[in-house]
């Protein structure tokens, strides 16, 4: 077991004085600068688009305005959430691509990469279809029943909430 440890402490050292030279100590400092520059615009631009999100996904009863529309002021606020998040996230994972890549650490290719990212999009996309159809269809359901004419008796009355109930929760 000494020995195993010996022998990587020995491998880590020579990697170390090998990036330490005078020759590739400038190398180090400007790959080490570039990657602080890369996490800063990284954090300029994720706080950038963060504000931006919040400007173009408002909810409803933020303007003062109670309508009702297709999609709720909950679903807003979650896809405002989650597309803040996947923006935090997604933000500082191709930051720490770039900066692998800087160091000519190779984990994941470019292809690969892209072939994640629309992947991801694709999936967004069918679950944020998924939920406008289903607030459209409970909209639709109420509205329907909010025009129909039904009997003042307590039992029609009854059977319609019901039904409509029934037809919101399929």
């Not at 000494?2 to 400007?30: D, H, M």
């Not at 909810?59 to 309508?67: I, Y």
Request: proline share 1%; charged share 20%; aromatic share 8%.
């Amino acid at each position: 077991m000494e020995k195993i440890f010996n022998k990587q402490w020995e491998a880590l050292t020579a990697q170390l004085r090998s990036w330490l030279t005078p020759g590739n100590l400038e190398g180090l400092a400007v790959d080490v600068a570039l990657s602080l520059a890369t996490l800063a615009a990284t954090f300029l631009l994720v706080k950038l688009l963060s504000r931006l999100l919040d400007r173009v996904i408002k909810e409803s009863g933020q303007d003062g305005e109670k309508s009702r529309s297709i999609v709720s002021d909950n679903f807003i606020r979650s896809v405002r959430v989650l597309l803040k998040t996947l923006l935090l996230y997604g933000g500082y994972f191709i930051a720490a691509v770039i900066i692998l890549e800087i160091f000519n650490v190779h984990i994941i290719s470019p292809e690969d990469l892209k072939s994640l990212g629309i992947k991801v999009l694709k999936v967004i996309g069918i679950l944020v279809g998924a939920k406008l159809a289903v607030n459209f269809g409970h909209m639709a359901i109420r509205q329907v029943f909010a025009h129909q004419e039904i009997k003042k008796n307590f039992l029609a009355d009854r059977r319609a909430q019901t039904l409509e109930t029934l037809l919101c929760s399929i």
